[in-house]
């Protein structure tokens, strides 16, 4: 599920380790957490980086200062590109391992490869997975009610398809 920093291979003009030495160095003067979720060139050299943080959300100021530091030092004489530097977002299902480790605690909603969905709170992270938990209604032996049950699941990565965050308004 998880590439090397989610750098997606395309055909580009462009040298993506040029561009992932510059913004690794911004997010090391920055010091705030900052990583890559996505980093993308299209054939066309509209370059797109979607950033995210460990804690607390990106600000403009973040995205503003790694988009200077990449532009400025991108000879637009010798190539003709677009950049574009935005936060992942809670619209965008969850693509990195910081992801998950950053919203440990809150509700999740998982595709399995397999087409099955589950839902939960995520109460563990590790190298190769996600632990879910979730309370269900289920009957009870000997009983007519039904009572709250927890279940939990052990999510390896690579059966995720996706991961979204469960947004709730209550």
């Known amino acids: 599920m998880f590439q090397n920093n989610n750098v997606q291979k395309e055909k580009s003009s462009f040298c993506k380790d040029i561009i992932i030495e510059l913004i690794d160095e911004r997010m090391k003067e920055l010091n705030n957490?900052?990583?890559?979720?996505?980093?993308?060139?299209?054939a066309s050299n509209a370059i797109h980086i979607e950033l995210d943080k460990l804690q607390g959300g990106v600000t403009v100021d973040d995205c503003v200062?790694?988009?200077?530091?990449?532009?400025?030092?991108?000879?637009?004489?010798?190539?003709?590109?677009?950049?574009?530097?935005?936060?992942?977002?809670?619209?965008?299902p969850l693509r990195h391992i910081n992801q998950y480790i950053k919203n440990v605690g809150r509700?999740?909603?998982?595709i399995l490869k397999?087409?099955?969905?589950?839902?939960?709170?995520?109460?563990?992270?590790s190298d190769t997975g996600v632990v879910i938990m979730d309370k269900v209604l289920k009957p009870v032996e000997n009983k007519k009610k039904k009572e709250l049950v927890e279940e939990v699941s052990e999510l390896?990565?690579?059966?995720?398809?996706?991961?979204r965050i469960v947004v709730s308004f209550k």
């Open 114 to 125: 397999n087409g099955q969905k589950l839902e939960g709170e995520i109460i563990k992270v």
């Open 107 to 110: 509700r999740i909603e998982v």
């Open 156 to 163: 390896l990565f690579d059966d995720v398809k996706e991961t």
């Open 65 to 92: 200062s790694v988009s200077r530091n990449v532009e400025h030092n991108l000879d637009r004489e010798e190539q003709d590109f677009e950049l574009h530097v935005s936060s992942a977002g809670l619209d965008k």
């Open 33 to 42: 957490g900052l990583y890559i979720v996505e980093l993308t060139i299209s």
